[in-house]
């Protein structure tokens, strides 16, 4: 299984923002577009993916790609799921979830809670500045990245992090939106090991 | 200079489209996804990156990143801005663009006339299940890379791209959306040619 975990620093935590400024409603776009871009292919759904979107460190949404339905990857579609989510907030309690439609959880979980449950089951990948370019890096079992919004990592958030990696990897020369480092993420995942893919 | 060009086969030719609904609008989503992707890095625009999007083989809009102002990533300000240049399609007569923003032009022009125009100043690379694997290809100048949104390319319109080709490029073993296709090549792009990056 492929997971990954984007922190949304300034994200939504109720059901009370509008559909036409996702942008204004914490970056909230920026959030729907690494669903997008962790679950879906041109004309399919990924298997065994995960995404987990904290959500100002107080919920975790996640999304798997096994058993979510009748979601498209329109940011619009996308933010009217997380809201209709949001809005069962009262049902999520701690650990037990509330099921807010086929493959979507709501937990409330904030980050480090996400982390170590997600952890245990794979292998965490901190991408770094420093760390090694994706070509010459061995390939992660059941790989867990965990990205930031348009927000860098706090200095806690960036501990915690540091803490359960496995593996310190580096995308490229340049610093990409999260959505897309997901798709590059998948990418490298798809192809490497090939000779001939 | 990279290059993208993209069809939007059912895309809007006039500005009579909602913003809430950018799927419904000739899935619009994806070609301001594809704009999203070409242009913008975690903190910033990209030097020296044009993307094309032909809409409905009938208008084509020219984003040029160096010179864009006040352009942001989500879905919907991009569609606005799609939007308003579509209100001046009257000033537009073949050749001669109508200025919509800075860094924005409308062309009256279809595919043919656009990657003919777009192929005399670099390398037009179709991408392709059987073109040599990108960690494999040698690096292209100038690339001009040719993607449809989320329908196939027609069979003229594929007939015209392999009559410009000159390079054939496989990005994956997944057939990825257009906007994830940008993404990966910026990133092949970016590395490709470091040993160390």
Partial sequence: MRQFIVLGHDAPT?????????????RLDVLCRCVGAAVFLSHGIRKDVRIHLVLGDE???????????RLYPDERTIAARIRDALDQREDAIGHMAAEVSPGMELYRLGFEATLDDVASKGTVVQLHAEGTPLPEASLPSDPVFVLSDHQDFTDREADLLAEQAE?????????????QTITVAHNWLDTAGYTEY
Avoid: K, N
């Fill in 14 to 26: 109720t059901a009370d923002f509008s559909l036409d400024d996702l942008s204004g409603a914490g």
């Fill in 59 to 69: 919920y975790t949404l996640r999304f798997d790609s096994d058993t979510l339905r």
């Fill in 167 to 179: 593996q310190r990897l580096r995308v490229g020369p340049e610093t990409l939106h999260a959505d």
